[in-house]
């Protein structure tokens, strides 16, 4: 008898169909889309999207698993396997006649903010409408948290800075094989950037929100006083939308951008 595969690279692959079923289901009507599937694995949600979409790229990192799914569906011609990086592929050159992608996938816990922050990027360039992906329960919360709560944080600022975040589901530990020792939440993304409506760019809005939830412990202007700003420099710039004491985890987002321009306009006014 064989010794049973052990997974590689701590995978943990799904195995509950009605949750396969629900998350194909969550992506809608297919029939003219090209989907992205991130780490399709034994190919349990890739059967699904196969028979709706127009065009399915699957970006599987495992060799093994994508020589699988390479045998598996080399008679489907829309569908196409890469052995490849999510966070070095070039989504981009995935689009063929398609204005945007969909993307869907069970994000690997280890590097499931490295994904995202892929997907954001992308976004910024319209090349991904939505998303429909799963993660760790506890990291969900934090991407979905509003302002004000004590999961708010940089992951989830910088997150709905993109887009709209809805919650689908959870599943449990038993949905998976081997089963993992959390459970799981599936998140849609309907992406959005906001940073023209905000007036700031990401490539500096986003060091500033990292700096500003530093150490969530400490209040928005002390963090910031830790990360080298001025006392006189914020008392010239805080806005009156953000309370002097404030954490930032109770400051939402245009308030949080408005405090920003204005420290850098302050600076900017500096002989």
């Not at 699988?68 to 966070?87: G, M, N, S, T, W």
């Not at 998976?176 to 023209?196: E, G, H, I, K, M």
Request: aromatic share 8%; glycine share 6%; net charge positive.
């Amino acid at each position: 008898m064989s010794a049973k595969r052990k997974p590689k690279l701590g995978q943990n692959f799904l195995v509950d169909q009605s949750a396969c079923l629900r998350i194909a289901d969550s992506l809608g009507d297919l029939s003219r889309r090209t989907v992205v599937e991130i780490g399709p694995g034994h190919g349990a949600i890739t059967e699904l999207l196969a028979e709706r979409c127009e065009s399915l790229h699957c970006i599987e990192f495992d060799s093994a698993l994508a020589r699988e799914l390479q045998l598996r569906f080399r008679h489907k011609p829309h569908v196409a396997i890469h052995h490849a990086d999510i966070l070095t592929a070039n989504l981009h050159g995935l689009l063929g006649g398609s204005a945007s992608l969909d993307v869907v996938g069970n994000l690997p816990y280890y590097i499931t903010s490295e994904i995202l922050l892929h997907l954001f990027s992308a976004a910024r360039q319209g090349v991904v409408s939505r998303a429909v992906v799963m993660v760790q329960r506890e990291v969900a919360e934090r991407i979905a948290a509003s302002p004000g709560s004590s999961d708010y944080g940089a992951l989830s600022a910088v997150t709905q800075l993109h887009a709209v975040v809805t919650h689908l589901f959870t599943l449990p530990p038993a949905a998976f094989n081997p089963p993992p020792d959390v459970y799981s939440t599936v998140l849609r993304l309907d992406f959005a950037p906001r940073l023209a409506e905000l007036g700031v760019s990401f490539e500096e809005f986003n060091p500033f929100l990292r700096l500003s939830f530093a150490q969530k412990r400490k209040t928005l202007a002390n963090n910031l006083r830790f990360a080298g700003y001025g006392a006189a420099e914020l008392a010239a710039a805080w806005p009156a939308s953000i309370a002097a004491q404030a954490r930032s985890e109770a400051v939402p987002l245009p308030a949080m951008a408005e405090l920003y321009r204005s420290l850098q306009a302050t600076r900017k006014q500096q002989p």
